[in-house]
């Protein structure tokens, strides 16, 4: 059972909006910054979003993070079919001394 | 080309022992901590061990803590992974992956680039 937690699933349309969440506590996401991780089917992950809302170069503004007291959230507006993949988010946990992962979502563009 | 590549991967029995290499190329290492992470099949991910770049700062999992070993080469720009006492759920692929910031930090803060991965299955 991860610390983090993610919904299992979700899945949209192409062109629509989805959004993910990442739950923690206070130990966690509540006092650290969060990052976001791509995984496409197959391939090693890939950095997305760091420090809660930013992007690394050449991640295009189609994807999205905020943060909100113990949560954090992963936006990504027109879904393309390319998208489709593992998404986790990750965080220290400052009281345990140790990385945290979600579970990760699985994202199905319809 | 900015990438990471790791080995040392393979099928061992339980109770055995491995080492994982991580070399770098194209990209500042030496300045960097150093994560390493692990896939089990069909599983998500599970961070593994950090090391600072100074070596002065080194973290475990609780499920590896006293078992696997983290070290490092800057002048190699290689990173180890010496695993000992292996379980059949430290099956899994391996990657290693960079911390965002350089500088000698309390702790990893974003991973990125990560390598390829190798597998390691352990199994009698």
């Known amino acids: 059972q991860s610390v983090l937690t993610q919904p299992p699933s979700v899945s949209a349309a192409p062109r629509q909006r989805v959004t993910i969440s990442c739950s923690g506590s206070s130990s966690d996401i509540g006092n650290n910054f969060v990052s976001w991780y791509q995984q496409l089917p197959g391939a090693a992950p890939k950095l997305l979003i760091y420090d809660n809302n930013k992007r690394p170069s050449g991640i295009p503004d189609r994807f999205s993070g905020s943060k909100s007291g113990t949560s954090a959230t992963l936006g990504i507006t027109g879904l393309q079919t390319g998208d489709e993949a593992d998404y986790y988010c990750?965080?220290?946990?400052?009281?345990?001394?140790?990385?945290?992962f979600g579970g990760g979502t699985k994202l199905t563009v319809l | 080309e900015v990438q990471l590549v790791e080995s040392g991967g393979g099928l061992v029995q339980p109770g055995g022992s491995l080492r994982l290499s991580c070399a770098a190329s194209?990209?500042?290492?030496?300045?960097?901590?150093i994560n390493w992470v692990r896939q089990a099949p069909g599983k998500g991910l599970e961070w593994v061990s950090y090391i600072s770049s100074s070596t002065r700062t080194i973290f475990y999992a609780d499920s590896v803590e006293g078992r696997f070993t983290v070290s490092r080469d800057n002048a190699r720009n290689s990173l180890y992974l010496q695993m000992n006492s292996l379980r059949d759920e430290d099956t899994a692929v391996y990657y290693c992956t960079r911390d965002g910031l350089s500088g000698d930090y309390g702790g990893p803060n974003w991973f990125d680039p990560w390598g390829q991965g190798t597998l390691v299955t352990v199994s009698s």
């Open positions: 194209g990209l500042t290492f030496s300045n960097h901590g």
């Open positions: 990750g965080t220290w946990d400052s009281s345990l001394s140790v990385w945290v």
